[in-house]
């Protein structure tokens, strides 16, 4: 079997395999990974989806990218572990559904992409015998994801770095309470500047014998597990295999890319809606066909998503032809006539967040926090312009209860505490205080040569 090989979104001429672009994390060009071929699921198979559980449809979905490099039974064995969580397919009224990925160990849908990243990359570095650090910057629910998923094992160190400011508490508990090989750093900045330090990290070459790693959606091992997601909601809520639109709630648009990495796949889908909060660059770009980051990111309340240059829209570009480099300066531009044809983008206010979480538990009682409820209202405005559709998807990326402060002063009610998150108020924190300046980052880290 040809394994799949992956390239720069930079242009850097070196094919690496998929282990190789796991580990490394981004190209030494700071270019994003891509796979050169998408392979394609057949028809015939995506029907049969509806009878098979998450891990078994993951192994269809993940298993053409890593061709030799992993065992099968490993890898089987891998996705069943992963996966051993619920996957809800709610529906809320007709054949308007939500995705709840929020069943995971941190009540976030980056639990799908760290878990499985977290068990390739041990996988690969236990047959070589090597340790890394991982450097990962999070707008709130990555750090924790990442850390859950690679807490306690041997050969791997985290270092988190979260804008202090702009997570909640309980996001912040979610790194803190951890310790070992987890080392969290509240950065005294925003998003934008704890990802400009990671990125000025890895291309350090004083910081080279750390052999840092990224976990971000950077990370091509982050991306491929949240294609399989949208194949499985569809066998779910169209096992006829009518084509679905899906609602997505984009901060870095990683989730987004898992999407349409499930379309070029062969996933029956009628239209994919980017929904923002009010950093609305990308609506912008779909508009005028000109790109640019919004700086500072504004602070909304679906705060994962607080985004002023989404760092998967170099790879979105490189689907569609085009080129962005890793600043956000276009290069080339993409096919922007098939980009509009597959992508319906919508910027959503805070004050729509909030009504929409208000009216659909009213109306239907569903639950739905920020980042969700940007979903659904960008869903319904795309139905309200271009036509209904069903079946209709859109993703919960969080658990209600990550967000109790505003979810208790909309609907009155208290979020469930979910079990994963039962304990959290009253474990002890550890972490330290950095600037958001490159010298602070670097001194810290020299600590682990
Ligand atoms: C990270 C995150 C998002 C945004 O996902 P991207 O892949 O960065 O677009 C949305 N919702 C929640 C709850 C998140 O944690």
């Known amino acids: 079997m040809n394994n799949i090989l992956f390239f720069s979104t930079n242009g850097h001429p070196e094919r690496v395999d998929f282990r190789r672009a796991l580990l490394m994390g981004q190209a030494p060009d700071k270019g994003l990974y891509m796979p050169e071929k998408i392979p394609c699921i057949p028809k015939s198979k995506i029907l049969e989806f509806s009878e098979m559980t998450y891990p078994k449809i993951a192994y269809e979905v993940i298993k053409p990218y890593l061709g030799d490099l992993v065992l099968d039974a490993e890898l089987r064995s891998m996705l069943q572990d992963a996966y051993n969580y619920d996957v809800p397919v709610e529906k809320v009224y007709d054949e308007k559904y939500v995705l709840r990925l929020d069943r995971g160990p941190t009540c976030s849908f980056k639990d799908f992409a760290a878990r499985l990243m977290a068990r390739l990359m041990q996988y690969f570095l236990k047959q070589v015998d090597e340790s890394i650090l991982i450097l990962t910057a999070t707008s709130g629910d990555t750090g924790s994801a990442v850390a859950h998923a690679f807490f306690g094992l041997d050969n791997i160190k985290i270092v988190v770095l979260f804008p202090e400011k702009e997570v909640t508490q309980r996001q912040r508990r979610q790194m803190t309470t951890l310790g070992k090989n987890v080392?969290?750093?509240?950065?005294?900045?925003?998003?934008?500047?704890?990802?400009?330090?990671?990125?000025?990290?890895?291309?350090?070459?004083?910081?080279?014998?750390?052999?840092?790693?990224?976990?971000?959606?950077?990370?091509?091992?982050?991306?491929?597990?949240?294609?399989?997601?949208?194949?499985?909601?569809?066998?779910?809520?169209?096992?006829?295999?009518?084509?679905?639109?899906?609602?997505?709630?984009?901060?870095?648009?990683?989730?987004?890319?898992?999407?349409?990495?499930?379309?070029?796949?062969?996933?029956?889908?009628?239209?994919?809606?980017?929904?923002?909060?009010?950093?609305?660059?990308?609506?912008?770009?779909?508009?005028?066909?000109?790109?640019?980051?919004?700086?500072?990111?504004?602070?909304?309340?679906?705060?994962?998503?607080?985004?002023?240059?989404?760092?998967?829209?170099?790879?979105?570009?490189?689907?569609?032809?085009?080129?962005?480099?890793?600043?956000?300066?276009?290069?080339?531009?993409?096919?922007?006539?098939?980009?509009?044809?597959?992508?319906?983008?919508?910027?959503?206010?805070?004050?729509?967040?909030?009504?929409?979480?208000?009216?659909?538990?009213?109306?239907?009682?569903?639950?739905?926090?920020?980042?969700?409820?940007?979903?659904?209202?960008?869903?319904?405005?795309?139905?309200?312009?271009?036509?209904?559709?069903?079946?209709?998807?859109?993703?919960?990326?969080?658990?209600?209860?990550?967000?109790?402060?505003?979810?208790?002063?909309?609907?009155?009610?208290?979020?469930?505490?979910p079990a994963a998150m039962a304990k959290l108020d009253e474990l002890e924190e550890n972490f330290q205080r950095i600037g958001a300046d490159y010298a602070s980052i670097k001194e810290y880290l020299r600590r682990f040569l």
């Open 183 to 417: 080392f969290p750093l509240a950065v005294d900045g925003k998003f934008d500047d704890c990802q400009a330090l990671v990125k000025q990290a890895f291309v350090d070459p004083d910081l080279v014998d750390l052999k840092l790693s990224s976990a971000n959606s950077i990370n091509i091992g982050r991306l491929l597990p949240q294609a399989v997601y949208y194949f499985y909601a569809h066998s779910r809520a169209s096992p006829d295999g009518k084509a679905a639109v899906f609602s997505v709630p984009c901060g870095n648009f990683g989730d987004l890319m898992g999407g349409l990495i499930a379309l070029r796949m062969g996933l029956p889908v009628h239209r994919f809606v980017a929904a923002t909060n009010e950093n609305d660059e990308f609506l912008k770009f779909m508009c005028t066909g000109i790109y640019k980051p919004i700086k500072p990111s504004k602070n909304c309340i679906s705060n994962a998503m607080n985004v002023g240059h989404p760092s998967n829209l170099a790879r979105l570009f490189s689907l569609y032809g085009g080129v962005m480099d890793e600043t956000g300066h276009v290069i080339k531009q993409p096919d922007m006539q098939s980009m509009r044809r597959e992508l319906y983008a919508v910027s959503i206010s805070d004050n729509e967040t909030r009504q929409t979480i208000k009216e659909v538990y009213l109306k239907h009682g569903a639950l739905l926090e920020p980042h969700g409820a940007v979903g659904y209202a960008g869903l319904m405005k795309y139905l309200t312009k271009c036509g209904d559709w069903s079946p209709c998807i859109s993703l919960e990326t969080a658990d209600p209860a990550k967000f109790p402060d505003e979810i208790v002063r909309l609907v009155g009610i208290n979020p469930p505490l």
